[in-house]
């Protein structure tokens, strides 16, 4: 998962752009802000009436004498990067303090409201200087825009990054207090007539046409988000707008906070070891190790007690391995009805949040948000429905097989009667265990973390000819388990990252996410140096060492890290040296997860995985034989799970495009409808999994979690390429490695994704790759 800068996004580490896959694709012009918006053939007749009237918005008038520079260009470009390093003056807060790496371990919850007040009024006089002297060239606006962008993040990228990762209440009532203030500064920049129009003419102007493709891509996008961002509203309308956008940002923190409370308020203690019959000996552990932290010392995985959580390592092992189907509909229960009831209740945030995403759009001219949300995306509404449409169509009826195979295998082993949602996961794995002889616990010895880096650092070498160190002691860190590693290109520095790898639901969100610290830039080199290097955080959440032995990870857990990876990849491989396009930046939301899929196409790979699979004790490689029944098993229930995915990605754009709040229907009744096409069984009438359904109602995917699916569709054809080749043929994976990087991995939003796509593939993207992979392709085809 990619994970946007929630504020001020726009200039910090927002992925946006213009382009299209498969046949749902067409290429865009370059031309104006105007043309681009007004004349797209998905603006309604009301928006293009809306975008016409962006010609009277008030321009800053750029005489003769001021655009060639009677006054002194450099002059400007001091004097605004003087007020943006005013920020860092503060030398007695650590959250401003004007270091490479922050200082995490002595930032804390009592630095941000002044380090945050300190910021945003440094940040206020830099803009100031800049709307007062503007010119429109790229030194004299988008060079200053960037510095200020880049202040912003650097700070408020701390503090939201350990909001994720060391959540308490001291720093949650400290980001609410600042939050308002924050959110007002990104409004300021989005709504800056003098800076738009300073746009406007750097795009119309003579220094146009000497501006590199990557440059006059980044005008053209940030023309594109002044509109999207409301500098055309005037009036009620922009106070309305503002007064939405103060209000989301609220709402996203709080659906965020309730998330994680309702997680980490369910704990179930056992004592009767009949109780825990089935699960594993690790998930015997880790419920062990984590009633020993509540209080209940001497707990043992083989005596108990057991504490049993949400939070999922624990949740999982119960669905999947717990005999007591009590305890199984108990736990199901619990987690499907996460964030739905008392002070943790998402439900009216949902209704809300959805009325005021419906009338943001409305102001700027949309018919419903999905439209706004893919006016920054390769896709259209109706080209995202098609393509999950077809992958409902190739999936469905092998999903309904699966269905039946479980419930008459269940049947086989003496369960009687029809089975419940706390059933399928249990029985599904019974299945799998009798007709593949495999189990991810007989996996995971071989999977131990330390192990598995190694294998992924020499993919990585294999592929892209870089190397990956341990750089522990040389960056403070928010944990004593986060690591910290740098990368190496030729032998000298390319990238830095940060791996935090282990659940800790009591200060901790869950997911796995990639962020960034800081992006490659030229203009924001420190002296002597030519460009400033990227870093990049990745955050997973598997279960902790237990009882003295590493972290052993599922099978799934090992592709999760891969795709972690693969969106840092993008990050520091980036051989884009204009900041505001290097890495992930000013790529289109729905192809950011190429790179991330693709990469865990690789865990299947024999040479990949043999590089890493070897028991933790003995070090003895894993046995063909078990290889074997993996890759035999890679596509069961593929069917169940592309349409799970499906299913998320309708209900999301069901709701942003359709569904109309407060007209008698809840948005729990329209997942029900949804789910009666996109799923072979309906889910409890008590299903709330939107209540805690993040992406899209506190993180960056709504109307957007159709992009897993999208970019799933490249990753799968970029992963074919290798195939073509032969993964066997070592010189050829190497030189087709060295293409994807040079392309997909080092371009970042400098070009159109679909033409980066070209570039590597030497054509348009098909769905036959992600249907044969899936195992999917007999089926579409019948």
Known sequence: MMRASYLLSKRCSTIRSACRPIAFYQPRR????????????????SRRAFL?????????????????????????????????????SADSNPLLADVSLPKYDEIKPEHVVPGVRQLL???????????????????????????????????????????????????????????????KLSLRLSQSKPLYSAFKALREGPEWTSLSSAQQRIV??????????????????????NSIQQELTQLATKFSNNVLDATKSFKKLLTD???????????????????????????????????????????????????????????????????????????????????????????????????????????????????????????????????????????????????????????????????????????????????????????ANRLFDVDVVPADGEAPVWHPDVGFFKVLKSGQPKAYFYLDPYSRPAEKRGGAWMAEVVGQSRLLAAPGEAVRLPVAHMVCNQMEPVGGKPSLMTFREVETLFHEFGHALQHMLTEVTEGLASGIRNIEWDAVEL????????????????????????????PEELYSRLKAAKNYRSGTMMLRQLHFSCVDLELHARFKPGQGKSVFDVDQEVAARTLVMKPLPEDRFLCSFSHIFAGGYSAGYYSYKWAEVLSADAFNAFEEAG??????????????????????????????????????????????HNGLLAVAAA
């Open 727 to 772: 993964l066997d043929d070592e010189a050829a994976v190497r030189a087709t490695g060295a293409r994807f990087r040079d392309t997909v991995l080092a371009l970042g939003g400098s070009v159109p994704p679909a033409d980066v796509f070209v570039r590597f593939r030497g054509r348009e993207p098909s769905t036959k790759p992600l249907l044969q």
């Open 220 to 241: 053209d996008n940030e023309l594109r988000d002044f509109v999207l961002g409301g500098v055309a509203l005037e009036g009620e309308s922009k106070e309305r707008f």
């Open 595 to 622: 790179p991330s899929q693709f990469m865990e196409n690789w865990a299947y790979d024999r040479a990949t995985l043999y590089s890493f699979a070897k028991h933790y004790e003995s070090g003895e490689p894993l």
């Open 121 to 183: 009024s440094d940040l206020h006089s830099a803009i100031d200087q800049l709307e007062a002297h503007v010119t429109p060239s790229w030194s004299g606006l988008v060079e200053p825009l960037e510095r200020i962008g880049d202040r912003h993040q650097r700070v408020w990228g701390i503090v939201s990054h350990l909001k994720g990762v060391k959540d308490s209440p001291e720093l949650r009532a400290a980001v609410e207090e600042v939050q308002p203030e924050n959110v």
């Open 30 to 45: 370059t031309i104006s802000v105007g043309q681009v918006l007004a004349e797209s053939p998905r603006v309604t007749p």
């Open 273 to 459: 070891p009949g109780d825990v019959a089935g699960l594993p000996a690790t998930s015997l552990g880790l419920a062990a190790q984590l009633a020993a932290r509540e209080g209940h010392e001497g707990a043992t995985p083989e005596s108990g007690p057991w504490l049993i959580t949400l939070d999922f390592p624990s949740y999982f092992p119960v669905m999947t391995h717990a005999k007591n189907r009590a305890l199984r509909e108990e736990v199901y229960r619990a987690y499907i009805s996460r964030a739905s009831s008392g002070d943790s209740d998402n439900g009216p945030l949902i209704e809300r949040v959805l009325e005021l995403r419906a009338e943001k759009s409305k102001l700027l001219g949309f018919d419903n948000f999905a439209q706004l949300s893919m006016a920054s995306k390769m896709a259209t509404l109706d080209k995202a429905e098609e393509l999950l449409e077809e992958l409902r169509s190739a999936s469905h009826a092998a999903a309904e097989r699966d269905k039946e195979d479980v419930q008459a295998f269940a049947n086989s082993q003496g369960f009687e009667g029809q089975l419940e949602w706390w059933d399928v996961s249990y029985w599904a794995e019974r299945l799998r265990e009798s007709k593949y002889n495999i189990s991810d616990e007989e996996l995971r010895p071989y999977f131990a973390l330390p192990n598995v880096l190694e294998g992924l650092f020499k993919l």
């Open 52 to 88: 016409t009237g962006l010609a009277t918005v008030p321009a800053v008038a750029f005489g003769a004498k001021r655009y060639f520079g009677s006054r002194n260009m450099a002059t400007d470009a001091a004097a605004v990067e003087a007020a943006v390093s005013a920020a860092t």
